[in-house]
Protein backbone atom coordinates (compact mmCIF):
# COMPACT_ATOMS: atom_id res chain seq x y z
CA UNK A 1 0.00 0.00 0.00
CA UNK A 2 3.05 2.25 0.79
CA UNK A 3 4.69 1.69 -2.10
CA UNK A 4 1.65 1.93 -4.14
CA UNK A 5 1.14 5.56 -2.61
CA UNK A 6 4.59 6.48 -3.55
CA UNK A 7 4.82 5.52 -6.94
CA UNK A 8 1.56 8.16 -7.38
CA UNK A 9 3.29 10.71 -9.71
CA UNK A 10 0.72 13.25 -10.91
CA UNK A 11 -0.58 16.00 -7.95
CA UNK A 12 -3.89 15.80 -9.14
CA UNK A 13 -4.55 12.20 -8.49
CA UNK A 14 -2.40 12.73 -5.22
CA UNK A 15 -5.07 15.66 -4.27
CA UNK A 16 -7.87 13.55 -5.51
CA UNK A 17 -6.81 10.73 -2.98
CA UNK A 18 -6.25 13.03 -0.39
CA UNK A 19 -10.24 14.73 -0.79
CA UNK A 20 -11.54 11.31 -0.89
CA UNK A 21 -9.90 10.42 2.56
CA UNK A 22 -11.41 13.42 3.66
CA UNK A 23 -14.77 12.52 2.27
CA UNK A 24 -14.57 9.28 4.33
CA UNK A 25 -13.69 10.70 7.34
CA UNK A 26 -17.03 13.03 7.06
CA UNK A 27 -18.94 9.85 6.36
CA UNK A 28 -18.25 7.95 9.43
CA UNK A 29 -18.53 11.55 11.47
CA UNK A 30 -22.06 11.95 9.75
CA UNK A 31 -22.48 8.29 10.75
CA UNK A 32 -21.29 8.67 14.43
CA UNK A 33 -23.37 11.83 14.94
CA UNK A 34 -26.49 9.79 13.67
CA UNK A 35 -25.93 6.56 15.94
CA UNK A 36 -23.43 7.51 18.61
CA UNK A 37 -24.85 8.04 21.94
CA UNK A 38 -21.88 10.16 22.86
CA UNK A 39 -22.45 11.85 19.16
CA UNK A 40 -20.74 15.36 20.24
CA UNK A 41 -18.08 14.18 21.70
CA UNK A 42 -16.77 11.16 19.10
CA UNK A 43 -17.71 13.04 16.40
CA UNK A 44 -14.86 15.90 17.32
CA UNK A 45 -12.27 12.56 17.84
CA UNK A 46 -13.26 11.40 14.31
CA UNK A 47 -12.39 14.26 12.35
CA UNK A 48 -9.91 15.73 14.61
CA UNK A 49 -7.78 11.40 14.26
CA UNK A 50 -9.31 11.23 10.82
CA UNK A 51 -8.10 14.52 9.72
CA UNK A 52 -4.70 14.24 11.43
CA UNK A 53 -3.82 11.12 9.58
CA UNK A 54 -3.88 12.94 6.03
CA UNK A 55 -0.64 13.89 6.95
CA UNK A 56 0.22 10.28 6.19
CA UNK A 57 -0.71 10.55 2.91
CA UNK A 58 1.06 13.46 2.04
CA UNK A 59 4.55 11.99 3.40
CA UNK A 60 3.91 8.63 1.43
CA UNK A 61 3.18 10.42 -1.66
CA UNK A 62 5.28 13.27 -1.35
CA UNK A 63 2.38 15.55 -1.68
CA UNK A 64 4.52 19.57 -2.13
CA UNK A 65 4.14 21.53 1.14
CA UNK A 66 2.40 24.09 -0.19
CA UNK A 67 -0.64 22.32 -0.83
CA UNK A 68 -0.45 21.37 2.96
CA UNK A 69 0.03 25.12 4.21
CA UNK A 70 -3.04 25.77 1.86
CA UNK A 71 -5.53 23.30 3.49
CA UNK A 72 -4.04 24.42 6.79
CA UNK A 73 -4.37 27.83 6.15
CA UNK A 74 -7.94 27.17 4.68
CA UNK A 75 -9.41 25.53 7.51
CA UNK A 76 -8.35 27.84 9.75
CA UNK A 77 -9.94 30.45 8.35
CA UNK A 78 -13.38 28.25 8.16
CA UNK A 79 -12.85 26.83 11.83
CA UNK A 80 -12.10 30.74 13.43
CA UNK A 81 -15.22 31.91 10.96
CA UNK A 82 -16.99 28.86 12.29
CA UNK A 83 -16.71 30.05 16.37
CA UNK A 84 -18.83 33.46 15.51
CA UNK A 85 -21.17 31.86 12.70
CA UNK A 86 -21.41 28.31 14.11
CA UNK A 87 -20.69 26.29 11.17
CA UNK A 88 -19.40 23.20 12.50
CA UNK A 89 -21.31 22.92 15.90
CA UNK A 90 -20.51 19.38 16.17
CA UNK A 91 -16.90 19.76 16.64
CA UNK A 92 -16.63 23.39 18.20
CA UNK A 93 -19.20 22.25 21.33
CA UNK A 94 -16.45 21.17 23.65
CA UNK A 95 -18.11 21.92 26.60
CA UNK A 96 -16.00 25.18 27.30
CA UNK A 97 -14.07 28.32 25.58
CA UNK A 98 -11.86 26.65 23.06
CA UNK A 99 -10.16 27.52 19.85
CA UNK A 100 -8.52 24.02 19.53
CA UNK A 101 -9.76 23.27 16.31
CA UNK A 102 -8.09 26.67 14.79
CA UNK A 103 -5.00 26.16 16.62
CA UNK A 104 -5.38 22.61 15.07
CA UNK A 105 -4.84 23.82 11.64
CA UNK A 106 -2.33 26.59 12.42
CA UNK A 107 -0.39 24.14 13.55
CA UNK A 108 -0.71 21.44 10.33
CA UNK A 109 0.17 24.70 8.35
CA UNK A 110 3.56 25.51 9.89
CA UNK A 111 5.09 22.13 10.15
CA UNK A 112 3.92 21.20 7.11
CA UNK A 113 5.73 24.54 5.19
CA UNK A 114 8.64 24.37 7.62
CA UNK A 115 9.63 20.49 7.61
CA UNK A 116 8.37 20.12 4.25
CA UNK A 117 10.20 23.34 2.64
CA UNK A 118 13.99 21.64 4.31
CA UNK A 119 13.26 18.46 2.86
CA UNK A 120 12.55 16.83 6.76
CA UNK A 121 8.95 15.63 6.11
CA UNK A 122 9.25 13.19 8.99
CA UNK A 123 9.65 15.65 11.45
CA UNK A 124 6.16 17.51 10.37
CA UNK A 125 4.63 14.20 11.03
CA UNK A 126 5.93 13.06 14.22
CA UNK A 127 4.27 16.44 15.42
CA UNK A 128 0.88 15.96 13.62
CA UNK A 129 0.53 12.51 14.79
CA UNK A 130 1.55 13.08 18.48
CA UNK A 131 -1.46 15.68 18.46
CA UNK A 132 -3.56 13.59 16.81
CA UNK A 133 -3.51 10.68 17.93
CA UNK A 134 -2.29 11.62 21.61
CA UNK A 135 -4.53 14.32 22.39
CA UNK A 136 -7.14 12.46 20.62
CA UNK A 137 -7.13 8.76 22.71
CA UNK A 138 -6.19 10.76 25.59
CA UNK A 139 -9.24 12.84 26.07
CA UNK A 140 -11.61 9.81 25.49
CA UNK A 141 -9.43 7.86 27.84
CA UNK A 142 -9.55 10.83 30.79
CA UNK A 143 -13.43 11.49 30.10
CA UNK A 144 -14.48 7.37 30.42
CA UNK A 145 -11.71 6.34 32.50
CA UNK A 146 -10.34 9.84 34.59
CA UNK A 147 -10.90 9.23 38.29
CA UNK A 148 -8.04 11.02 39.98
CA UNK A 149 -8.06 14.23 38.58
CA UNK A 150 -5.84 17.37 38.99
CA UNK A 151 -6.32 20.99 38.35
CA UNK A 152 -3.92 23.56 36.68
CA UNK A 153 -4.84 26.88 35.27
CA UNK A 154 -8.79 26.30 35.88
CA UNK A 155 -8.90 22.93 33.98
CA UNK A 156 -9.62 19.63 35.17
CA UNK A 157 -7.65 16.89 34.23
CA UNK A 158 -7.26 13.50 34.78
CA UNK A 159 -3.84 11.59 35.49
CA UNK A 160 -5.51 8.58 33.59
CA UNK A 161 -5.57 11.17 30.10
CA UNK A 162 -2.34 12.68 31.03
CA UNK A 163 -0.83 9.12 31.05
CA UNK A 164 -2.12 7.78 28.04
CA UNK A 165 -0.85 10.79 26.28
CA UNK A 166 2.60 10.23 27.49
CA UNK A 167 2.52 6.22 26.06
CA UNK A 168 0.79 6.73 22.97
CA UNK A 169 3.35 10.12 21.86
CA UNK A 170 6.00 7.97 23.07
CA UNK A 171 4.77 5.23 21.08
CA UNK A 172 4.05 7.78 17.73
CA UNK A 173 7.20 9.33 18.34
CA UNK A 174 9.10 5.67 17.90
CA UNK A 175 7.15 4.79 15.12
CA UNK A 176 7.99 8.27 12.81
CA UNK A 177 11.52 8.01 13.95
CA UNK A 178 12.25 4.29 13.52
CA UNK A 179 12.49 5.67 9.92
CA UNK A 180 15.57 7.71 10.08
CA UNK A 181 17.37 6.53 13.50
CA UNK A 182 19.16 3.37 14.13
CA UNK A 183 20.56 3.28 17.66
CA UNK A 184 17.56 2.19 19.59
CA UNK A 185 18.83 3.42 22.22
CA UNK A 186 18.83 6.72 20.90
CA UNK A 187 15.21 5.72 19.57
CA UNK A 188 14.01 5.42 22.81
CA UNK A 189 15.44 7.75 24.64
CA UNK A 190 14.18 10.67 22.13
CA UNK A 191 10.68 9.01 21.84
CA UNK A 192 10.50 8.78 25.53
CA UNK A 193 11.60 12.23 25.97
CA UNK A 194 8.78 13.54 23.26
CA UNK A 195 6.67 11.63 24.96
CA UNK A 196 6.56 13.34 28.80
CA UNK A 197 7.09 16.90 26.88
CA UNK A 198 3.76 16.19 24.89
CA UNK A 199 1.83 15.39 28.12
CA UNK A 200 3.44 18.22 29.89
CA UNK A 201 2.05 20.32 27.01
CA UNK A 202 -0.76 18.88 27.10
CA UNK A 203 -1.92 19.61 30.21
CA UNK A 204 -1.74 23.15 29.80
CA UNK A 205 -4.37 23.58 27.44
CA UNK A 206 -6.53 26.63 28.25
CA UNK A 207 -8.57 27.70 25.02
CA UNK A 208 -7.38 24.99 23.43
CA UNK A 209 -3.74 25.83 22.77
CA UNK A 210 -1.94 22.93 23.63
CA UNK A 211 -3.75 21.60 19.63
CA UNK A 212 -0.61 24.07 18.85
CA UNK A 213 2.13 23.68 21.36
CA UNK A 214 2.07 20.01 21.37
CA UNK A 215 2.65 19.36 17.84
CA UNK A 216 5.05 22.50 16.95
CA UNK A 217 7.07 21.40 20.46
CA UNK A 218 7.32 17.79 19.98
CA UNK A 219 8.51 18.15 16.73
CA UNK A 220 11.18 20.53 17.47
CA UNK A 221 12.61 18.90 20.30
CA UNK A 222 12.70 15.71 18.27
CA UNK A 223 14.23 17.50 15.32
CA UNK A 224 17.10 19.09 17.89
CA UNK A 225 17.94 15.65 19.47
CA UNK A 226 17.85 13.81 16.26
CA UNK A 227 20.19 16.39 14.53
CA UNK A 228 22.43 18.01 17.43
CA UNK A 229 22.72 15.79 19.99
Do not use: C
Not at 170 to 189: E, K, N, R
Not at 197 to 222: K, Q, R
Request: no cysteine.
Amino acid sequence: MIEWLGAVETVEVKVAIAVLWLALVGLIAIGVDRWAVEGSELVRKVVHVGTGNIVLLAWWMKIPGWIGVSAGVFFAIVTFASYRFQLLPRIDNVGRKSYGTFFYAVSIAILVGYFWGINRPEFGVLGILVMTWGDGLAGLVGKRFGRNRYHLWGMEKSWEGSITMAIVATLVSALVLSTIVDSQVQLITIAVIVGILSAVLEAFSNLGIDNLTVPIFSAAIAYTLVNFI
